[in-house]
């Protein structure tokens, strides 16, 4: 069965980089069929995607934090990462690393991690 | 962006009810939508992909249905564990955008 698991510090200072990391185990991250996400959710409130991977290092994130962010892989590890720099309060949030599956080519979310939340504070 | 706006934000139902809820994408996103479930302190689930197919492991009393721009979730009898906030969310074009939330009470 399939596990997602995030890792790293609960909390963050303001202006500092988040940072997390999502262990993948019970199958391998490269696999040519999957992608890799980021998705968090403030407390209380909706879902935002952050970016996806794909186990060779090929990328695409969601615009409105694209400046700020990075998701990379290691394979070796089976695990992907998040880096979101400069952080504020309103990046609070649980965040969930997820499975990106392509069904009839059109992509979800079919394994997610159980989330983590980073809370940005001095 | 693709705006997702889910109707209503609340609903409170009784065990054995039928329950609709819709989501409406601002642009069309012809069957490029999915449908998830989150119980509170959970990761959401996936329930349906592409409109209208049913993920494994995903009881029959949930279904999908609709294309363009307008959706549908139905519970066909409500459960005591479909209590939870659904999400629909569209892959039609990145970023991927879901719907705020739809939270499903106890009457």
């Known amino acids: 069965q399939l596990q997602l698991q995030e890792s790293g510090p609960g909390l963050v200072k303001p202006s500092e980089t988040l940072s997390l990391i999502c262990t993948v185990s019970?199958?391998?991250?490269?696999?040519?069929?999957?992608?890799w996400g980021w998705i968090r959710q403030p407390p209380g409130k909706g879902l935002e995607w952050i970016g996806s991977?794909?186990?060779?290092?090929?990328?695409y994130y969601n615009p409105s934090l694209k400046s700020r962010v990075t998701i990379s892989v290691d394979t070796s590890k089976n695990q992907f990462s998040l880096k979101l720099r400069s952080v504020t309060a309103a990046d609070t949030a649980v965040h969930y690393c997820?499975?990106?599956?392509?069904?009839?080519?059109?992509?979800?979310?079919?394994?997610w991690g159980q989330g983590t939340l980073v809370t940005v504070s001095s | 962006d693709i705006q997702m706006t889910q109707s209503p934000s609340s609903l409170s139902a009784s065990v054995g009810d039928r329950v609709t809820i819709t989501c409406r994408a601002s642009q069309s996103i012809t069957s490029y939508l999915n449908w998830y479930q989150q119980k509170p302190g959970k990761a959401p689930k996936l329930l349906i992909y592409?409109?209208?197919n049913l993920q494994s492991g995903v009881p029959s009393r949930f279904s999908g249905s609709g294309s363009g721009t307008d959706f549908t979730l139905t519970i066909s009898s409500l459960q005591p564990e479909d209590f939870a906030t659904y999400y629909c969310?569209?892959?039609?074009?990145?970023?991927?955008?879901f719907g705020q939330g739809t939270k499903l009470e106890i009457k």
């Open positions: 991977i794909y186990y060779s290092g090929s990328t």
């Open positions: 592409t409109a209208s």
């Open positions: 997820a499975r990106q599956q392509y069904t009839s080519g059109v992509p979800n979310f079919d394994y």
């Open positions: 969310q569209q892959s039609y074009t990145t970023p991927y955008t």
């Open positions: 019970g199958g391998s991250i490269s696999s040519s069929s999957y992608y």
